[in-house]
T-cell receptor, first 117, second 110 residues
């Protein structure tokens, strides 16, 4: 099991362009979480998805940001019309299906570092 | 509101000295508390969680509900403990997002 994969590892965009970040969860994991880490800050939750469903998007800005986790393929975090403030490290984590009543460990990917010029 | 506070950005200790990384939380209810660690050039990984009450790599952490704290301790620091440490909480069991503190960088000096 290769672990959670994220690509690209580094992404440079100019203001106004679109950024697409991809996350492939660990084999057998059906839950995906996206977190953002601004410089000198901790990781902040953005969105939680299961296959084809958004479960919780309370941490995601309402404009310009969207996320999906299709039946086939990786989860995608999409940022439209990027601004300098979007420059950050974006981490994806995955966890197995819930068993109820106990915490399911989240396994983190290496992150994508987005730089907006 | 859920919040995790790690008051120290950087903690430097000598090898063999005791270590305590502080973590305080704010949550109405019964949270689950965790410590995550990120070694140089590696991914963030779970170190330990309060519910399992175990010692990992010599580290322990006790949940103190009265003081709303979950400090990470190790009696004798090793150079390989140098890393970034994040305290985190989740509000309920199962699959749930985590709330992280800003992290403390531990530097163990030989």
């Amino acid at each position: 099991n290769a672990g959670v994969m994220q690509n690209p590892r580094h992404l440079v965009r100019r203001r106004g362009q679109e950024a697409r970040l991809r996350c492939s969860p660990m084999k057998g994991h059906s839950h995906v979480y996206w977190y953002r880490q601004l410089p000198e800050e901790g990781l902040k939750f953005m969105v939680y998805l299961q296959k084809e469903n958004i479960i919780d998007e309370s941490g995601m800005p309402k404009e310009r940001f969207s996320a999906e986790f299709p039946k086939e393929g990786p989860s995608i975090l999409r940022i439209q019309q990027v601004v300098r403030g979007d420059s950050a490290a974006y981490f994806c984590a995955s966890s197995p299906p819930g068993t109820g009543g106990s915490y399911n460990e989240q396994f983190f990917g290496p992150g994508t570092r987005l730089t907006v010029l | 509101a859920q919040r995790v506070t790690q008051p120290e950005k950087l903690l430097s200790v000598f090898k063999g000295a005791p270590v305590e990384l502080k973590c305080n939380y704010s949550y109405s209810g019964s949270p689950e508390l965790f410590w995550y660690v990120q070694y140089s050039r590696q991914r963030l990984q779970l170190l330990l969680r309060h519910i399992s009450r175990e010692s990992i790599k010599g580290f322990t952490a006790d949940l103190n509900k009265g003081e709303t704290s979950f400090h990470l301790k190790k009696p004798f620091a090793q150079e390989e403990d140098s890393a970034m440490y994040y305290c985190a909480l989740s509000g309920y069991s199962g699959n749930t997002p985590l709330v992280f503190g800003k992290g403390t960088r531990l530097s163990v000096i030989a």
